[in-house]
């Protein structure tokens, strides 16, 4: 079998592949090997798991709704939602930090001190992808008038923009500022999830706030697809082994050590982490005025 992660090696959905894959291959009783097709923001990799052949042989995974952002921008010439929704096995969360002698306390105050001019700059990934879109979405509901965004090429830089004082505050995902935390260089001020965090599970949502939620784009749901017109029994096959290797020792193990989250929901779960980013997304932030901004 074929496993297609359409990122480079080494980010977050290669790292989770290479952990989870070869416990789905045990529970199947197969070796899978794992594939990185980089390319077009992710979206050369997903048009391969959808453009296989539907023999259960070939499948793969992203997280909406970062790849399905991607595909709104780029409109190619393929259908993703005709991949066939596999199961979700982890959320990742994003997040709003700053340095704690700041001491903004959650969003409403955070959009008073923008609104009061105290605050001009907000931060996170590059322009055009998930984060920024995430900010024009906190504009509209929260308030949140920023003067400038300033987008940085990974959550690394980003971290450390914030730490030096470059900029007052970053989102990013909470993996991701879980080192800067520990430092006491960051501290979290929101989850953009009303499900909150696991990493930080005392820091508040928007929904703790009395403030909408934002699930839709505040958070990553790592979802696993199979292609085009694969039938149901196969993807059962692959969904049962999926769950049950999420609750292997060495999964769990490597969770726990890590504070990579793992969270199973089935194909009903991953099919709507798909047909929500695609259909709200647009409703909410015209996505090609902030990709071209």
């Given at each position: 079998m074929n496993y297609i992660v359409p990122f480079s090696q080494g980010g977050g959905t290669d790292t989770y592949a290479r952990k989870v894959v070869?416990?789905?291959?045990?529970?199947?009783?197969?070796?899978?090997?794992?594939?990185n097709v980089p390319g077009?923001?992710?979206?050369?990799?997903?048009?391969?798991?959808?453009?296989?052949?539907?023999?259960?042989?070939?499948?793969?995974?992203?997280?909406?709704?970062?790849?399905?952002?991607?595909?709104?921008?780029?409109?190619?010439?393929?259908?993703?939602?005709?991949?066939?929704?596999?199961?979700?096995?982890?959320?990742?969360?994003?997040?709003?930090?700053?340095?704690?002698?700041?001491?903004?306390?959650?969003?409403?105050?955070?959009?008073?001190?923008?609104?009061?001019?105290?605050?001009?700059?907000f931060s996170g990934l590059a322009r055009g992808g998930i984060v920024h879109i995430a900010a024009n979405v906190m504009q509209q509901e929260y308030n949140l008038n920023y003067e400038k965004y300033i987008g940085y090429d990974g959550g690394g830089p980003a971290i450390k923009a914030a730490i030096s004082g470059e900029v007052p505050v970053v989102a990013t995902t909470d993996t991701?500022?879980?080192?800067?935390?520990?430092?006491?260089?960051?501290?979290?001020?929101?989850?953009?999830?009303?499900?909150?965090?696991?990493?930080?599970?005392?820091?508040?949502?928007?929904?703790?706030?009395?403030?909408?939620?934002?699930?839709?784009?505040?958070?990553?749901?790592?979802?696993?697809?199979?292609?085009?017109?694969?039938?149901?029994?196969?993807r059962d096959t692959i969904e049962n082994a999926v769950k049950s290797a999420l609750q292997s020792d060495s999964v769990q193990k490597w969770s726990e050590n890590t504070g990579n989250v793992i969270e199973f929901g089935d194909h009903k779960a991953a099919k709507k982490a798909l047909t929500e980013s695609i259909e709200i997304i647009p409703k909410k932030v015209n996505i090609n005025k902030v990709a071209n901004e």
């Open positions: 070869p416990e789905i291959g045990n529970e199947l009783g197969v070796g899978i090997a794992i594939e077009a923001a992710s979206l050369k990799g997903s048009g391969e798991i959808l453009k296989s052949k539907p023999n259960g042989y070939t499948f793969g995974g992203f997280n909406p709704p970062s790849t399905p952002i991607s595909y709104l921008v780029h409109d190619p010439s393929w259908d993703i939602t005709n991949l066939v929704p596999v199961a979700t096995y982890a959320r990742t969360p994003y997040a709003i930090f700053a340095r704690p002698e700041l001491e903004i306390e959650g969003l409403k105050d955070l959009a008073n001190r923008y609104k009061s001019g105290d605050l001009s700059k991701a500022a879980m080192s800067a935390v520990e430092s006491g260089d960051l501290e979290p001020i929101s989850i953009l999830s009303s499900e909150g965090s696991n990493v930080f599970k005392n820091a508040p949502s928007p929904s703790d706030e009395g403030l909408p939620s934002i699930d839709y784009i505040g958070q990553l749901t790592r979802c696993m697809f199979l292609p085009k017109g694969t039938d149901t029994k196969k």
